[in-house]
Each structure stands twice: as structure tokens, then as C-alpha cells.
């Protein structure tokens, strides 16, 4: 990422939706959800101004379910690791030891369960409401 490259998180909007899904067909009701879910926890990772990843909790009983999505700009080298500090670091002032924040990933999406791990979150086996899937736990970092 060169010195004049800026990185930020800001709160999503339905757009950036749009721009980071690239070619998946999306509905109004995508944009909607992905806007309005638990009072607004959901965010937006941009660079120079552009949506390169987005990030949010989905409400659960006792737990909320982090998701992560991330275009090939956030997984650049140049960008992945101030990116991953960022999120992490942001994730940190959403942590609450009382309500639980699990993801979910892909027994098989090795890139995303090292980002996982980068991000605060650690192994816990497999995932009871995911078969496929591991569950990792929000950590308390620092």
C-alpha cells in the first residue's frame, strides 16, 4: 500500500454492496439486510475512498455471528496486512465477553480461517449449525 493510499472503516451502506459483489446477482432485499441488521453493526473497509471489504454481526440467541466479505483489492499484499490490523482492531471495540461473536468458515477455506485467526478469532472445532464448517470465537486481543 503505497504512503499516499488511505484505509478506513466507515458504516456500510446498500452501495457498497452492489460494488463489492462484482458480478453475483444481488436483490434490494441484500442491500437492505446488509444495512439495517442489529441496529446498524455492519461496516464498510475502504481504500482511497473505494469499498474493499465490508463486515457486520448478525443477531443469534445468546451469540451474534460475525461476516466478512472481501474483494480481491483487500487481499492484496500491499493491503492485507494494515487491512487485517484495522478489522481487528475494530472488532476489539465490539467484543463483549456476555454475548459471544462466532464465524463461521469453510473447513476447506484455508485463507479464510488464517484471516479468521489474524482477525481475533480462535478455533473451536466444528460448527454445530454449519456441517462443513468450523466455528471460531472472538477473542479479547492486547
Known amino acids: ?11 456500510a451502506r446498500p452501495s457498497d454492496l452492489v460494488v463489492l459483489a462484482g458480478a453475483r ?15 446498524g453493526e455492519a ?7 473505494l469499498p474493499i471489504g465490508a463486515a457486520g454481526f448478525w443477531p443469534a440467541d ?6 466478512l466479505m472481501l474483494s480481491p483489492a483487500f487481499r492484496r499484499k500491499s493491503v492485507l496486512p494494515a487491512a487485517v490490523r484495522m478489522v481487528s482492531a475494530h472488532l476489539q471495540t465490539h467484543f463483549d465477553a456476555q ?10 477455506n484455508r485463507g479464510g480461517r488464517a484471516i479468521a485467526s489474524r482477525l ?3 478455533d473451536a472445532g466444528d460448527h454445530p449449525l454449519y456441517p462443513g ?4 470465537v472472538l477473542v479479547r486481543t492486547g
Do not use: N
Open 1 to 11: 500500500m503505497s504512503s499516499s493510499s488511505e484505509l478506513r472503516i466507515r458504516v
Open 25 to 39: 446477482p444481488l436483490t434490494r432485499q441484500h442491500g437492505r439486510a446488509f444495512f439495517l441488521q442489529f441496529g
Open 43 to 49: 461496516w464498510t473497509m475502504t481504500l482511497d475512498g
Open 62 to 67: 445468546g451469540f451474534r455471528e460475525a461476516w
Open 99 to 108: 454475548v459471544p461473536t462466532v464465524a463461521a468458515v469453510d473447513l476447506e
Open 120 to 122: 481475533g478469532f480462535i
Open 133 to 136: 464448517a468450523a466455528m471460531f
